[in-house]
């Protein structure tokens, strides 16, 4: 089985660059002031155009006011909207009603018990993506390097497609993806020299170690 990967937090061309080369799916362009990956407008819509027709764009906000995500949507036209905040299924389904454009809906895990939430979703959402509860205190609910549990996805099934996020790295993703069954893995700080700073070998390396095998 393929797996699709998606980089988030692109934030120069080189990064870029550097995922198109690595044969990577999706790239993530995050519209959260308290990331370090935050990009401005401006810089999106031109990370927008290398992107596109070589990399699915994905525009990362959480809990954006309409008015926001028109801007972000006149600017980069993103192919997906990712929504990392504390969006509920109705207003997940709201935003794909109002901007017509694909929504992957994060949901945060730390424990059976954060998948009861996840039928509401599989209504409203065209995508799902499990990610690792932020720490307490933390000002953005992603992007931390933090893991859950992947073994608390084994054997479920969804009815819309779904990544896994939270924590991966080239050292560790062939391992996730066995424990977890993903079809599809986000990563963002796994394949950083510094934060907010892609590294080119990094993300080459975390595809590369997808497609061997796990050493047991």
């Known amino acids: 089985m393929s797996i699709a990967v998606k980089i988030c937090g692109l934030t120069t061309p080189e990064a870029v660059d550097a995922a198109i080369a690595a044969g990577v799916a999706y790239g993530g362009l995050v519209f959260h002031p308290h990331s370090p990956r935050f990009v401005a407008i401006a810089q999106a819509r031109m990370l927008a155009e290398r992107m ?23 600017a980069v036209k993103p192919d997906f909207l990712q929504l990392h905040g504390a969006e509920s299924a109705a207003r997940t389904a709201g935003i794909r009603d109002r901007f017509h454009i694909p929504v992957i809906k994060a949901l945060a895990v730390a424990e059976a018990a954060d998948f009861v939430a996840v039928p509401e979703y599989e209504k409203t959402a065209d995508m799902l993506m499990f990610d690792a509860k932020p720490p307490k205190g933390a000002a953005r609910a992603g992007g931390h390097g933090a893991a859950f549990d992947w073994s608390l996805l084994a054997g479920r099934s969804f009815r819309k497609p779904w990544f896994l996020a939270g924590g991966l790295t080239p050292d560790n993703v062939a391992r996730a993806i066995q424990l977890s069954g993903a079809p599809m ?27 061997s095998p796990v050493q047991v």
């Open 52 to 74: 596109r027709g070589r990399l699915k764009i994905v525009a990362l906000t959480a809990d954006l006011d309409d008015a926001g995500i028109e801007m972000v949507v006149a």
């Open 185 to 211: 893995v986000d990563v963002s700080s796994g394949v950083e020299s510094a934060p907010g700073v892609k590294d080119a070998a990094k993300i080459a390396a975390f595809v590369n170690a997808i497609k």
